[in-house]
Structure formats: C-alpha cells, structure tokens
C-alpha cells in the first residue's frame, strides 16, 4: 500500500490536495493522505479498459456515465466545505447516473458503482478503508477485482445501508450489475484481457 507518505501535518483535506503537483497521485481518506504510486500494471491497465468497454457500450443513451482512474470523488461529511472535504479518492472505476453530482474537478458524492482492481500494494487499503468509506457514504455497489486469485467480490448496500455478504464471482462467471439488472458484465472477457 502506499503510504500516508505526506507528513508535515497531521490531517488533510481537499484545500491541501488541489495544492499538490498534478505530477503525483494521491488520495485521502478520512484525513490522511495515500501515495498512489507505483503506476498499475499493465495487467491491472487491461483489466481495467474492459471493465469499462463493457460498461461504457452499455450506458451509450442512458443518463449515467462511467469514468476510470484518475477521476476524483470527493466525499462530503453535511457540514463541510468543499476545501475541507477529508475524503477524496480516485477509484479504478466510477459509474454516476445523477449528473448533478459532476463538476469540473470530478465527482462531488456517492457514485452508484466503484470498481477497485486489487494489487498487492493496495489491499489493504481497498478492502478495509475504501470498504467502510463506500458503505459510510452509500455508495449501491463496490466491487473488488482480485486478478491474481482471478476473483470477483460485489458488496451491495442492503436495508440497513451496510453492506451485505459478497457475491463471489469467477472467470466462468457473468455478473449482473445491480444497479443495471439488463446488464451482465463478462468475466471471462475481463480476465482474458490480462
């Protein structure tokens, strides 16, 4: 995972991220900042343009819009201003069907899908932060691709506005998005592309 490598002071916010060089990667998450580098892999890279072929041919006439890394979403507490945001996150993939919520830095609450494609440096992170972040914030589904373990996990928010059990998903597998019940992302397509 990289690490919250920014030292100088002990929490951050969206007013020190815009500050950053536009040549580094970062994200922050409840105030502390993540080094975004090495840059993926080309494994992860091919995975990642499938994911988003399959869902960028789908949502061609519709209303919601799907975009990859590096995109910004910025998670607002009710009472912060946007400079003070302590939450922003660049996931592998973001699908927003409220177009209100777009902006010219990005993403300005919940998208209605995140993908995250799973490396050995961002494990952690992506299974324990992201996780509680999404389900804090009501994000419907987040999934996490592991392309070693060629697995799929879908955590969908349920009743209690937590996330239930994953459906566990492999390369045989077709995945029915949530969100879009008409749609079956291809797995066997997604894990061919690495």
């Not at 992201?130 to 804090?136: D, M, N, P, S």
Request: proline fraction near 7%.
């Amino acid at each position: 995972m990289g690490l919250a490598a920014k030292l100088e002071i002990e929490r951050y916010n969206y007013g020190d991220y815009i500050q950053w060089p536009d040549s580094e990667r970062w994200e922050i998450i409840d105030g502390t900042a993540y080094d975004m580098s090495p840059a993926p892999s080309p494994r992860h890279q091919e995975i990642l343009g499938e994911l988003h072929r399959q869902l960028s041919n789908y949502l061609l006439d519709k209303t919601c819009s799907v975009y990859m890394a590096p995109f910004d979403v910025r998670f607002r507490e009710a009472d912060e201003k946007e400079e003070e945001i302590e939450t922003v996150v660049q996931p592998d993939i973001s699908v927003i069907c409220d177009p209100g919520k777009i902006d010219k830095r990005g993403c300005l609450g919940s998208p209605d899908l995140i993908i995250e494609i799973v490396s050995p440096a961002t494990a952690q992170k992506d299974m324990r932060d992201k996780f509680f972040t999404y389900e804090k914030f009501g994000v419907k589904e987040y999934w996490i691709l592991h392309p070693d373990e060629q697995i799929l996990l879908v955590f969908k928010l349920i009743s209690n506005q937590m996330y239930g059990r994953p459906d566990i998903y492999s390369p045989r597998d077709g995945v029915k998005v949530g969100i879009f019940p008409e749609l079956t992302i291809d797995l066997a397509s997604v894990f061919k592309a690495s």
